[in-house]
């Protein structure tokens, strides 16, 4: 497989590259040059498939020219070793289950997939790795997770001081070892930004082989099209294959990474019908699919704080699978936004009618499913609960009036002492990484 920059400018590269890049030299994004097609054949057959074989088939596609057969499945065996489950909580409305991982967010397998083969395949292990990654919520927890104690690499996350849960900041500055966090005075977006100018740095990377572990690194975003993938064999291990190709999968969505992974996937021949975008007020899509101009602004907080994206990088993604056709894109893509009022009744209504207890992210997603069953009565609606609601306490609380009790380890978790370095400059960033 070899992957172009959406940018046009630079050369296309293999997977290696492409994993160690993160970022295009144009500052582009990298996609697949060439997308592989599965039959119907193997569509209908997934019930009878082993969730391992499944993963196996689809992901050497995309790597199969740097990492063996023997390879590959021994990263899918670490990286799917918890389940995914898909439940039906009411009459043609599935939640699947992403966060039963090590982290409780559904990021753990691309952070998991990642980080194995960025050990797999670390050209020089002398060559100090460095793994910068910004982080709106989970994305840090994950990766700290993906990567603690692995040598030969360093983590440097960087998270916006007092915008992340309580729980999400304990998974990222608690572990030490060979993870850093940075705890910087502004935004997502400005994380984000710093991360950016770091990669085109010359001077820092004639110090540190870097590379990225957000949700642009290609090595976190293709797996993610597994979810999709094993959801629809669960769902046809009940249902048919003919009513998975009324699928609905409603997302709730930040930075478009997972959502685009699934549209990737339908792309490949996977059965569905359309795709959802839920989200919060952080609306650039919901706004630019309903006519209006593509218009990134700088983010708000909400509830939904993994989500508090103002300027989406994987959308440029989901605009490639549909060749820059608003109006066909619309065809498979719809997208609303949702208040934190509505975040809250939907969490209630969740425990209410189906004693479900959903996150704040989720909760939006059962609002797009549902708003997507009302335009198409009678379709099959699968939303995802991208997160345990115990990483969100104090919203739980508010919503529901209660807090879900911490297990005994993450009480452990929160009774650890936090490590972080306060930046609030692109300067300070890089003076720490090259001490
Ligand atoms: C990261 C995250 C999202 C957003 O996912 P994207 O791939 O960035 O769209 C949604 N919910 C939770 C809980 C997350 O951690």
Request: glycine content about 6%.
């Amino acid at each position: 497989m070899q992957y172009n920059s959406l940018n046009k400018q630079s050369l296309a590269v293999g997977f290696q590259e492409a994993l160690f890049r993160g970022l295009a030299p144009d500052k582009g994004l990298y996609f697949p040059g060439n997308l592989p097609h599965f039959s119907e054949d193997f569509w209908r057959s997934l019930p009878e498939q082993d969730p391992q074989d499944i993963a196996f088939q689809v992901m050497k596609n995309f790597v199969q020219e740097d990492l063996s057969g023997e390879q590959l499945r021994a990263i899918l065996a670490e990286v799917l070793h918890f389940d995914l489950p898909l439940k039906e909580i009411d009459k043609d409305l599935f939640v699947l289950e992403l966060f039963h991982g090590p982290t409780l967010a559904f990021k753990d397998v691309g952070a998991l997939f990642m980080a194995r083969c960025l050990s797999a395949l670390t050209p020089n292990p002398d060559n100090r790795l460095t793994i910068l990654v910004a982080t709106s919520g989970d994305t840090g927890g994950a990766v700290a997770n993906g990567f603690l104690g692995v040598p030969g690499v360093e983590v440097v996350i960087l998270y916006p001081s007092g915008k992340v849960s309580t729980l999400q900041e304990q998974q990222l500055t608690t572990l030490g070892q060979n993870i850093t966090a940075l705890e910087v005075q502004g935004s997502f977006d400005d994380c984000q930004r710093m991360v950016k100018t770091a990669f085109l740095d010359e001077e820092i990377k004639s110090q540190r082989l870097l590379s990225s572990a957000n949700s642009i690194n290609v090595g976190r975003w293709l797996p993610q099209m597994l979810y999709y993938i094993l959801a629809v064999a669960q769902f046809q291990k009940k249902h048919s294959f003919e009513k998975a190709q009324e699928l609905i999968f409603s997302v709730p969505s930040g930075n478009y990474g997972n959502i685009c992974a699934g549209m990737l996937a339908h792309r490949m021949g996977m059965p569905a019908r359309h795709f959802v975008a839920a989200t919060n007020a952080n609306d650039v899509v919901p706004r630019y699919l309903s006519g209006e101009e593509y218009q990134p602004k700088a983010s708000v907080q909400t509830y939904s704080n993994a989500m508090d994206v103002g300027d989406p990088s994987n959308f440029i993604r989901i605009e490639e699978l549909w060749g820059y056709e608003r109006n066909e894109l619309s065809q498979k893509l719809s997208s609303y936004a949702y208040s934190d009022a509505q975040t809250l009744a939907a969490m209630q209504h969740l425990h209410k009618e189906f004693n479900y207890l959903a996150d704040p992210h989720g909760a939006i997603g059962y609002l797009g499913a549902r708003k997507q069953q009302r335009k198409t009565p009678g379709k099959p609606a699968v939303f995802i609960e991208t997160a345990h609601a115990v990483k969100f306490l104090p919203v739980v609380k508010k919503a529901l009036g209660f807090e879900p009790e911490l297990s005994p380890a993450l009480q452990d978790l929160m009774a650890r002492p936090k490590v972080s370095t306060e930046i609030s400059t692109y300067e300070e960033l890089k003076a720490l990484l090259l001490a």
